[in-house]
């Protein structure tokens, strides 16, 4: 569809794909076919969503800082959790889930901090070894190392479950403004 836009997506196990769009959570069929499965709540701006082990999605909010529970139907949306941000700040925010039944939010507000939330809705912070400025597309590698873009040193980061900091790979100085990253299903 011409007028579809999103920050994220994901696929859920039905083989749809879901699209964070600011707005509203929308459901998109692989022939095209687009509805909306949940309206954000006033004041909110959705900008990444994940499916959890019980067909629900998990959606990160960059205006009111928050992380929230829509059911599978759309029927239900519920915060789960407030993360400490800074007020009128719009941070990036993206999740992935941790291969152990939690979600990960990478943030950046006022510099990147990565938190494990359970889904109950219970936080820790995971300190990284190194500061980084503006981060996005945080995916979880086979190895269950969380690895994520750096915008502004154009760098392709990893972080162990701990916190400790690698740089993967440098981009090119000024080609890195769109990047992002995708996971390989066969390599993981």
């Known amino acids: 569809s011409s007028d579809l836009a999103g920050n994220d997506l994901t696929k859920d196990r039905a083989g749809n794909y879901i699209v964070a769009a600011v707005g509203s959570l929308l459901r998109v069929t692989p022939s095209g076919v687009v509805s909306t499965i ?9 900008m990444s969503v ?3 082990a019980a067909d629900a999605f998990i959606v990160a909010d960059n205006m009111q800082h928050a992380v929230w529970l829509v059911s599978a139907d759309g029927l239900s949306v519920a915060r789960i959790w407030n993360y400490p941000a800074q007020d009128g700040n719009l941070d990036c925010a993206t999740l992935a889930l941790d291969g ?4 990960l939010l990478l943030e950046n507000s006022p510099g990147v901090r990565l938190f494990r939330i359970t889904p109950a809705g219970d936080a820790t912070p995971i300190p990284l070894s190194r500061p980084a400025r503006f981060n996005s597309h945080l995916i979880v590698d ?3 190392n969380y690895v994520f873009m750096e915008y502004h040193a154009g760098e392709l980061l990893r972080v162990a479950p701990a916190g400790e900091v690698t740089i993967l ?3 090119i100085p000024r080609l890195y ?12």
Do not use: C, R, V
């Open 38 to 46: 949940a309206k954000a709540p006033k004041g909110s701006q959705w």
């Open 50 to 52: 994940i499916e959890d």
């Open 100 to 103: 152990q039944g939690n979600y």
């Open 142 to 144: 086979a190895q269950g």
């Open 169 to 171: 790979g440098k981009m």
């Open 177 to 188: 403004n769109m990047a992002g990253l995708a996971q390989d299903p066969e390599t993981g």
